[in-house]
């Protein structure tokens, strides 16, 4: 990476912690967990979609803490030492500290979990909404779940809806993929994008992806020294 794109991430990292210090935002809003971007992938056959979610495991975390399952003052000590962490440090000890607070096995079987899983994420078909179901929270804590909708129809166009931890963080974005052409960019205003995932559907081109990235991803994610990190891997990839 070269030294003047450093600097600019780095600026953009302390513009965004003064506008949040002047805007009383939480602390929760200056970070994307540990910035990496959690990413849904879609995967349709016949009437059924397949959904795969996956994060950094503090954003997992962060998810525990929104159900009561782990400490929120531990978020925000987490999220302080982030902040704080050298560009070269290995932030992997944050990580594991901030997940061991979590009350795993209360996650796992409160039924709490599922319950806001389907309502942060959805799919509808037609404006009719395709009923979910969680098919794996074995890697839940790792930043992996896996749900299925069950459309009424063979699956073509698709509206896909995201909120998660929109309400602790009104930063938060996941970027969503069929892992063929375009991305998606769901925030806290734009929740709701519309998917083709047709076997004939026509690629939308590099164009439509770069324009969707340069907006919501380069534009408002990638800031700062975590940022740097996040350049290094795949978006959305576990530490």
Do not use: K, N
């Amino acid at each position: 990476m070269t030294e003047p794109l450093r600097a600019l991430l780095r600026a953009g990292f302390v513009t965004l912690l003064a506008v949040g210090a002047l805007a009383g935002l939480p602390l929760a809003a200056t970070a994307h967990g540990s910035l990496s971007i959690p990413t849904v992938r879609l995967d349709a056959r016949g009437d059924t979609v397949e959904v795969v979610w996956q994060a950094a495991a503090d954003d997992a975390a962060a998810i525990a803490v929104e159900l009561g399952m782990a400490p929120r003052q531990a978020l925000l000590d987490h999220l302080a030492a982030l902040a704080a962490l050298d560009d070269d440090a290995d932030p992997q000890p944050l990580v594991d500290r901030l997940v061991a607070q979590v009350d795993a096995e209360q996650l796992l079987d409160s039924g709490a979990l599922e319950t806001y899983l389907l309502d942060a994420i959805a799919v509808q078909q037609h404006d009719r909404r395709c009923p979910g179901q969680i098919t794996s929270l074995e890697r839940f804590l790792d930043g992996e779940a896996t749900l299925r909708f069950t459309c009424q129809e063979p699956v073509d166009t698709i509206t896909l809806h995201i909120t998660l931890l929109t309400e602790q963080d009104p930063t938060h974005r996941t970027l969503s993929t069929d892992g063929r052409r375009d991305v998606a960019v769901h925030t806290l205003a734009a929740p709701t994008h519309a998917w083709d995932l047709g076997v004939d559907a026509d690629s939308p081109g590099l164009a439509t992806t770069v324009g969707v990235l340069g907006t919501g991803l380069l534009g408002a994610a990638l800031t700062g020294a975590g940022a740097l990190r996040v350049l290094g891997r795949p978006v959305g990839a576990s530490r």
